[in-house]
């Protein structure tokens, strides 16, 4: 009972931190699942009315989020709430199956507080919160995990697993361990022929949501488009980076997570090293190891390392933060495993809260700023109230950037499917090519009213970067448009705005801005 009075505090605080700043602007990522959400409630085919190389498995995440709670940037929050409680739920659930009540305690606790960080993006719905919701679950009902066994159970955690990986493609690095860990787990025992009854269960399982996205999107006449955004171009992204880049980026982020939470990864290494002076522990330490591989797999493709994708690593951390405290409160004897058990996780957790307080209590739109610095993210919320007001609801409009949490907010489509600029400014085969028809479809439409986001990190150029799509722009403002709107982001202090008269022929000030025009 004590346990789970431990764990309705630890959900009830969540909900509590995380609601308070459920008021923080969108980012782009989140602006590109909400929207894709939205057009899918419209009825709308994802790489067709809207592309991007993910898998759509956060697309119809969101937009069940968004059914059910309302299409404002808040609901998607209260989406991202109930996916973090679920994983805590989840992880404690398995933190008791392979240890005890007390590890599973400190896995949710760790998980709850780890997710929470800025530097994982934690406060975003990114893709990675739902990937790992997927794999909890298939985890907890694996063959193996616990005494109990079936085909019937493997397939059940093939198809979990399966969809972490349509909410991701990373996710597919828990699929190779789950079947590696029934195959491993079954070979132990001598169940030959029922071993290989659970993988095949496993693998059809596995394949069954892919399977399926296939298949819809075949009958959608989307097939193609499907598979050039998730495998052709997906692809040639994941080798762009060079090995010396993504190794240095990787360190970087790896130093700003620990120093975040020195104390609870205090607890990790503790938990690492417990194999070696606990016998109970040593008994899950193939599970521990192997799911610790699995994750640090999931976050190496592509050697881009962004913050958010380190999520898809905390609920091992956690889980070995869990095994160090229930070794330890074992270590300490009859006398002092209580103290241990419950103040040396308390002592991590209230460390932590200390060093996170700013993150805490801080306006949620300061908080933005502070941890995506000068993106244009609250920005968006204006520019899209102004579109809301002067467009009409099936009109379509522009942004020339990659702000598509822009269409999203002011409930507008777009002129284009290309929902990202990133892709244009790239160094492949089909850079150009992609140029080419986001112009061609911008023409076709006309919209009457465009957006340019000038800010460095909406676009990622390169000295190799074609400026094709920008002189197109620039050229046809030129020709056919007036600047109505005008929000200069200085590098410091609050952003300008100016709309109406006031921004008719003014200049920007700063070099990051966004400009609204609308055809003369």
Known sequence: ????????????????????????????????????????????????????????????????????????????????????????????????????????????????????SPTVLGLAAKAEHFVVLCVLAGLLVLPGVGARRGAGRAAVAGALLGLAVLMKQHGAAFVAFGGAWILWTGWRSGRVRATLAEAAAFTAGAALPLAATALAMWRAGAFEPFWFWTVTYAREYAVLVPLGVGLGELARQATAIVAASPALWLLVLLGATAPAWDRAVRAQAPFLAGLTLASCAAIVPGLRFSEHYFVMLLPAASLLAGAGVTALARRAGPGLASAARVGVPLAAVAATLLQARATLVAEPVALTRAIYGRNPFPEAIEVARWLAAHTAPDERVAVIGSEPEIYFLA?????????????????????????????????????????????????????????ELLAWAETTVNAGYEQVGLIEIPPDGAAVSRWGAAAQGAAPRTPAFVAVFERR
């Open 411 to 467: 409930g507008r489509r777009a002129a284009t499917s290309y929902m990202y600029t990133y892709p244009l400014m790239e160094s492949h085969p089909f850079a150009h090519e992609m140029q080419d028809a986001m112009i061609a479809e911008l023409e076709r439409a006309r919209p009457r009213v465009l957006v340019l986001v000038n800010v460095d990190t909406s676009w990622s150029r390169t000295p190799a970067s074609s400026l």
């Open 1 to 116: 009972m004590r346990a789970w009075l431990g764990l309705a505090a630890i959900c009830a605080a969540t909900v509590l931190v995380r609601l308070r700043l459920a008021g923080m602007p969108l980012e782009r990522d989140e602006g590109e699942y909400a929207y894709m959400g939205q057009l899918i409630l419209r009825g709308e085919v994802p790489y067709v009315a809207a592309v991007n190389m993910k898998l759509p498995g956060t697309y119809y995440a969101y937009a069940a989020v968004l059914a059910a709670f309302g299409e404002t940037a808040e609901a998607v929050r209260v989406g991202l709430l109930l996916a973090n409680l679920g994983a805590i739920v989840l992880l404690f659930l398995l933190g008791r199956r392979l240890l005890d009540a007390a590890a599973g305690l400190t896995a949710a606790a760790t998980y709850a507080l780890l997710s929470l």
